[in-house]
């Protein structure tokens, strides 16, 4: 075994990583949460730093990828994947990691490191090198084999797909308010085409509610993993005005009962109590760990 360790090249990486994911995707421990869906929709995102991706680390025996060291975002947090035969390598990672994806601020550097409550090396590792623990997240499953539940389009609102209508300002409107930026959105709207850039999103899979004077009252991107069989729902917005009509639940439905069509076997949902209440179930959860110096 001759591992040899390089850094992150964009242009060229992003598929071999995107593979990579799939190949060690297993529901228990889920990669520390680095999927192929939350790796491909973070690099759309606007938030996401791509001038230093450099900084990623990657680890390949013989060209095949061993493991992987990224943030979601940006400088600061970072996310571990190691092949299961190579977890020997963890340490060596995390220290990559703290050199290259932690943050300075105020002459003192800070790593958060994200990890599944079910990936014992790395959590061992973690508290053995100094990380503290301050965050739990639930992670929550709709399983399809349950049924749906009933959901209800109020009078003079519309259900369509991107397919049927993708107006970027519409989007990036829904998206500003329901993120609760405020009431006046900006107008980059080139960071709303940016999100739709990425290799598996889909327009017919992402559900939008219209309201009746046109204006988007709801959005539900919705991505379909077809080599692990699941889906993964990203984002969901609905405008403050417009809450309390079910119009979420129905955007999710909507999303949810297309990707069983197309085989998926459970849908990825968010951690509070809105997913619960629909039917989602908390399979495990991350965690999340700092640690200064």
């Known amino acids: 075994m001759t591992v040899r360790k390089r850094r992150y090249k964009l242009l060229s990486d992003f598929n071999k990583v995107a593979e990579y994911l799939d190949e060690q995707y297993e529901l228990d421990h889920l990669n520390g ?33 061993v493991g992987v060291a990224c943030y979601e975002y940006n400088l600061g947090e970072c996310l571990i994947s190691v092949n299961n035969e190579y977890s020997t390598l963890l340490p060596e990672v995390l220290e990559y990691a703290e050199q290259e994806l932690s943050q300075l601020n105020e002459k003192k550097r800070s790593l958060v490191v994200w990890s599944t409550h079910q990936e014992h090396d790395k959590l061992q590792l973690l508290q053995r090198t100094g990380y503290k623990k301050i965050k739990t997240i639930p992670i929550k499953t709709f399983d399809y084999q349950k049924e749906f539940p ?47 850039s990425g290799p598996n999103f889909s327009k017919a899979l992402t559900t939008v509610i219209k309201a009746p004077d046109g204006e988007y009252a709801c959005f539900a991107g919705m991505w379909l993993n077809e080599s692990n069989q699941y889906a993964y729902l990203e984002p969901l917005a609905t405008i403050p005005k417009y809450r309390k009509l079910g119009l979420g639940k129905l955007a999710l439905v909507e999303g949810m009962r297309k990707t069983k069509a197309l085989g998926a076997k459970y849908c990825f949902g968010g951690s509070n109590e809105f997913y619960t209440k629909i039917g989602f179930e908390t399979i495990t959860s991350r965690e999340l760990w700092i640690k200064e110096w």
């Not at 397919?163 to 308010?177: H, Q, Y």
């Open 33 to 65: 949460h680095l999927i192929r869906p939350f790796w491909e929709y973070a690099h759309t995102h606007p938030a996401f730093e791509h001038a230093l991706t450099h900084r990623f680390g990657l680890w390949e025996d013989e060209g095949e990828l």
């Open 150 to 196: 009933e959901v209800i389009c109020p009078e003079g609102f519309t259900v369509i797909s991107l397919e049927d209508e993708n107006d970027i300002e519409k989007i990036n409107a829904c998206l500003w308010k329901g993120f609760n930026h405020g009431d006046e959105p900006d107008d980059d709207l080139d960071c709303r085409l940016l999100m739709q």
